[in-house]
């Protein structure tokens, strides 16, 4: 970031002028920018399809584009279906170069992507094929959600709103009048997006392997074994009742009132329990000012059960209470035990939201009585084996939301920078 500079908007021409520079731009570039019409920086193309009835136009070795294929990808490579030579001349489809950035027109206006091979689309598309060395092909890429807002307002239909290439080619934009700078912005979005494509693909794949092993690492249908155990346990699992496995208590009231910026007391509410945590409380975000001797406190052993939701399937949000001397509210339920109280939480969400969905009351809001899930039968290991299983799935966890800030940091920069280094 050390080659961006700050620039004010005005301080170097008339303040009454509208600002025709970024109040961020890269070292070295300092001209204002220009207004231009998209068109006269890009060729707006649009595309066609070749008859269905005919076999003869299709399954050929031409990539052909339809809008249902745009998702959240950057670059395209290959299409879903593809069309003969014979198939292409019989219809409008035009082949697109490669940077060509695919612009959807309607059913859903405004997705695009670039063209990393060349290829043609369906009438679904007016996309963007930059003039060499007046227009970027990731600069004007980057700009996809003014190119989004622009063609849903101009759009127009009955049916379905649609986005013409004479109006595409039509909006006005405002652009560096070197295409190096466009290229240097470009560049550096397309660095970004790579990093949060990266930490994104790492948390996808973190959170299908914690789903996988939360499957196969505890017993299901009856069973005394899970499929995938750590090396050196063997035996097992001991299936009992719940309430012989520990015992059941309500929180007390921490109501919203009581939340108060001069409060002292550290408090868990049960939204909280939705909103703020994983399998394990380790940080505490309210304080209540409740005399201490109506609530109820934490000795860092406690496994917290959520008694309220709006869906029967909300109670997999069992959390472990790491933490002493915290108010626990009343619309929690609290099972204390000698297990491992990590394996515990963790077990819980794996394993009982379908036993707890079945034992809600109540309609629009559920509550979930502790009284109900005394006769639920679960099973643990020895406490060695219920340690090991917890603290694994504890580092899944951490890695999970580790990538997962990574790319919320990230797409919070990128914001930033949208906003600030384009006029």
Not at 92 to 109: D, E, H, Q
Not at 197 to 226: A, C, R, W
Not at 388 to 411: A, P
Request: with cysteine.
């Amino acid at each position: 970031m050390s080659d961006i500079k700050n620039m004010v908007c005005g301080e170097e021409s008339n303040m009454s002028k509208k600002c025709v520079k970024p109040q961020i731009r890269f070292v070295g570039f300092d001209e204002d920018w220009e207004r231009r019409k998209l068109g006269e920086v890009a060729e707006i193309v649009g595309g066609g399809t070749p008859s269905t009835s005919i076999k003869d136009y299709w399954d050929g070795n031409i990539d052909w584009y339809t809008p249902a294929e745009i998702a959240e990808q950057i670059y395209i490579t290959s299409s879903q279906r593809k069309i003969t030579e014979e198939g292409y001349n019989h219809s409008s489809a035009k082949m697109l170069p490669v940077g060509t950035v695919l612009f959807t027109s309607r059913a859903g206006i405004g997705k695009t992507v670039i063209l990393s091979r060349k290829g043609c689309t369906n009438q679904g598309f007016q996309s963007i094929v930059p003039h060499k060395d007046k227009l970027d092909s990731y600069f004007i890429f980057s700009r996809g959600e003014e190119l989004k807002r622009y063609g849903e307002t101009i759009g127009a239909g009955s049916t379905f709103v649609e986005v013409s290439g004479k109006q595409m080619a039509n909006m006005e934009l405002m652009l560096p009048k070197i295409i190096t700078e466009q290229q240097v912005i470009g560049a550096y979005f397309e660095k970004l997006n790579k990093l949060i494509t990266l930490h994104q693909s790492k948390y996808d794949k973190l959170v299908n392997i914690k789903k996988s092993m939360l499957e196969k690492m505890f017993p299901k249908n009856g069973s005394n074994v899970p499929e995938i155990r750590f090396k050196g346990f063997s035996g097992d699992w001991e299936w009992r009742k719940l309430d012989e496995w520990g015992t059941f208590y309500y929180g007390r009231s921490c109501p919203k009132w009581s939340i108060t910026e001069n409060a002292t007391i550290p408090c868990i509410r049960y939204g909280e329990l939705y909103t703020k945590y994983g399998t394990k409380v380790d940080t505490i975000y309210s304080y209540t000012n409740m005399s201490s001797e109506n609530l109820r406190f934490s000795k860092g052993t406690e496994v917290l059960i959520p008694r309220v939701g709006e869906d029967p399937m909300d109670y997999n949000h069992c959390t472990w209470l790491s933490i002493p001397d915290v108010a626990i509210g009343e619309m929690i339920s609290v099972f204390n035990t000698k297990n491992n109280p990590l394996f515990t939480a963790t077990m819980f969400n794996a394993t009982l939201q379908n036993e707890f969905a079945m034992r809600v009351e109540g309609g629009s809001v559920t509550n979930l009585y502790f009284e109900k899930l005394k006769n639920i039968e679960v099973s643990f290991p020895k406490l060695k084996e219920q340690k090991k299983i917890g603290e694994y799935f504890e580092t899944l966890d951490k890695l999970i939301t580790l990538h997962q800030r990574k790319v919320e940091k990230l797409q919070n920069i990128k914001k930033a920078c949208m906003e600030k280094m384009f006029v």
